[in-house]
């Protein structure tokens, strides 16, 4: 199955900026992810999001993020002012759409913060 | 929440060897198991899962064993390739295509020696 597109594949941003990733889902999957990584670290949960509403948020998702999907396509994270800590990848994903529930990730979107 | 613990952080093993990851998990709750390769600079990929109805699962030279009783599963890679070399995560959650998000561990980085 496709997966998701996200941009940009790079962002280079200055400390108290906002910031904000994409994703390009199929437009027929139901549940949308967003996962961050730290260079050389694990894969962490951010926001699980559902029919237009977050379903589930992970102690990291603290009230700098935000979700949405403004036109019923994109799907998009964005972060309101941006600290060092927030350099990381940030991978969209979604489920296979089945009952099975695999999950799929985007190519990522690397945040810079200067 | 979930804890996901995994071992060991990395792995050497002769080309053509049989690797194993060991990774324990905290909530009884949880009943999806999966399993993802990463490759430097590339997105995770799920090589395989499992689900908590089943006890092991085969995918040629992958296969994943899963005891409920002591909340551990493990990744089993035979005859092992160089191809093989990446990150691997085990991840936990509630329920694969839900809300939950997955639970990772800190990875264990594979490397085979030719």
């Known amino acids: 199955e496709p997966e998701v597109t996200q941009t940009p594949s790079h962002q280079v941003t200055q400390m108290g900026q906002e910031v904000i990733l994409r994703c390009v889902p199929i437009?027929?999957?139901?549940?949308f992810y967003w996962y961050r990584q730290i260079l050389g670290q694990k894969v962490e949960f951010l926001v699980s999001f559902y029919n237009n509403e977050i379903s589930e948020k992970s102690e990291i998702f603290d009230d700098q993020f935000s979700v949405e999907r403004p036109d019923g396509s994109n799907f998009t994270l964005k972060i309101r002012s941006t600290k060092l800590e927030d350099s990381a990848m940030y991978f969209c994903a979604r489920t296979s759409g089945a009952v099975t529930g695999e999950l799929f990730f985007g190519e990522g979107s690397r945040l810079t913060v200067l | 929440g979930e804890n996901v613990e995994q071992h060991p952080s990395t792995l050497s093993v002769q080309e053509g060897d049989s690797a194993v990851i060991k990774c324990t998990y905290s909530?009884?709750?949880?009943?999806?198991f999966p399993w993802y390769k990463q490759e430097l600079g590339k997105r995770p990929q799920l090589i395989i899962d499992i689900r908590s109805n089943v006890g092991e699962k085969k995918d040629q030279r992958i296969a994943v064993t899963l005891n409920k009783t002591a909340k551990h599963f493990s990744l089993h890679i035979t005859e092992t390739q160089p191809e093989d070399s990446a990150v691997y995560f085990c991840a936990a959650s509630r329920g694969g295509g839900g809300a939950d998000g997955l639970t990772f561990g800190k990875g264990t980085h594979l490397i085979i020696q030719p």
């Open positions: 909530d009884s709750a949880s009943n999806y």
């Open positions: 437009s027929n999957h139901l549940y």
